[in-house]
């Protein structure tokens, strides 16, 4: 009788419920998070809503008094600043957890590899890492939101609907950057996203004022920006304006629904191709 061939380590064994082994990952990271969490809630929390305390009222009470409103489209700007910041914080946030825990799972260490040595797939393992940050960003658009409607910076009750935009928006951001930093050895390449990639969307995505402002060259750069998208739309709800063009609003959808995708499948396939290679 001829023995049997034991399951590949590549892949989940047969019958093996795929939802059940990304569940384990997923666990894995929230037993992390609620081991560390602490230190977290500083920079995910506490500084975001300080900035949005010190720019929206503080600055915004002179923007408002030497433009007025008709500069941001008869918004103060602290209700123009609120949801751009909201997406461009769990951008940052969505960058970091894309960053240094995958680091941390694949070379410092390697709890991803033993992982994959038991039935759990390098599908699984990217996947489950991917839920667990669309959970952890949405957290922190939750509070950040809840922030926005009791400084009364909220227009319109569409902006629950910008928790999930801003979460859409930062996993457009996790997922690429989680398959990029698959492919590394140290975080030397991450110094080079921050300084050349986050920081400068970070600026000059709409967030702190319209990208109409910019010079007519850079526009078009800032049109092709994901957070780019995720303001606007993010922007839109909280007005209440987002569907007064629909179709604009599906666009913003699509193209950080396409980033998204394209990220995680590039996910799927560094992190599989890594944790073969050992």
């Known amino acids: 009788m001829a023995a ?45 809503l300080f900035f949005l305390g010190s720019i929206g009222l503080g600055l915004g009470g002179y923007v408002d008094r030497s433009s ?30 894309g960053m240094f825990p995958v680091m941390g799972g694949l070379v410092w260490n390697r709890v991803f590899h033993a992982m ?10 990217a996947l489950g890492n991917l839920a ?17 409607v009791l400084l009364g910076a909220a227009e319109s009750p569409l902006i629950v609907l910008a928790v999930p935009t801003a979460v859409l928006t930062g996993m457009a951001f996790a997922a690429p950057i989680a398959a990029f930093a698959a492919t590394q050895r140290n975080p030397e390449g991450f110094n080079a996203i921050w300084r050349f990639g986050i920081t400068p969307l970070f600026l000059f995505s709409g967030t702190f004022f319209p990208i109409e402002s910019l010079p007519s060259l850079i526009q078009p750069v ?4 994901p957070l780019y998208h995720g303001v606007a739309l993010a922007r839109g709800l909280a007005t209440g304006t987002a569907f ?13 629904s396409a980033i998204t995708i394209a990220g995680s499948v590039a996910f799927v396939r560094t992190a599989e191709r890594r944790l073969l290679q050992g």
């Open 4 to 48: 049997t061939a034991p399951a590949s380590p590549a892949g989940p064994a047969i019958g093996t419920n795929a939802w059940a082994t990304i569940s384990r990952v997923f666990e894995h990271r929230a037993l992390q998070y609620r081991r560390t969490f602490r230190a977290s809630v500083f920079g995910s929390f506490v500084t975001p």
């Open 68 to 97: 007025g409103s008709a500069a941001l489209g008869g918004l103060t700007y602290l209700q123009f600043l609120a949801p751009g910041l909201l997406a461009a914080t769990v951008m940052q946030t969505a960058a970091f957890e």
């Open 116 to 125: 994959f040595a038991t039935p759990i797939s390098g599908r699984d393992i």
């Open 132 to 148: 667990w940050v669309a959970v952890r960003l949405t957290l922190v658009a939750g509070v950040f939101t809840a922030v926005v």
């Open 222 to 225: 800032a049109w092709l920006s």
């Open 244 to 256: 007064g063009n629909p179709l604009v609003a599906l666009v913003h959808v699509a193209v950080l």
